[in-house]
């Protein structure tokens, strides 16, 4: 029984920037590895990034690669994701998901290795 609770999306102009937040419970968001995933209209859910149970490592997708950045706050029990330079291609509803998995790449980008999921924020990038 663990709440994640994802916010900050809304609508963007291109090449702009938005900063997303995740608060989750302290226990998991301590013992977890984070994520973010994104489903954008008439796709599947994919991955975008993810952070070590420390914060010291991350992973990410190539179409996000050097436009995001993810970071993770203890004290405040909240995972972020930073995104620039949008483009019309980044819109979808962004999900933050816990997971404790082991901590490489090929689990990471798994949907299926995540236990808890927020309720999705809606990004829209306008052209």
């Known amino acids: 029984q663990v709440q994640l609770v994802d916010s900050g999306g809304g609508l963007v102009q291109a090449g702009n920037s938005l900063n997303l937040s995740c608060a989750a419970s302290a226990r998991t968001f301590r013992t977890d590895v984070m994520g973010w995933f994104r489903r954008g209209p008439g796709k599947a859910r994919e991955f975008v990034a993810a952070?070590?149970?420390?914060?010291?490592?991350?992973f990410y997708a190539d179409s996000v690669e050097g436009r995001c950045t993810i970071s993770r706050d203890n004290a405040l029990n909240t995972v972020y994701l930073e995104m620039n330079s949008l483009k019309p291609e980044d819109t979808a509803v962004y999900f933050c998901?816990?997971?404790?998995?082991?901590?490489?790449?090929?689990?990471?980008?798994?949907?299926?290795?995540?236990?808890?999921w927020g309720q999705g924020t809606q990004v829209t990038v306008s052209s």
């Open positions: 998901a816990a997971g404790s998995l082991p901590w490489r790449f090929q689990f990471a980008k798994r949907e299926s290795e995540y236990n808890y």
């Open positions: 952070i070590s149970k420390d914060g010291l490592s991350t």
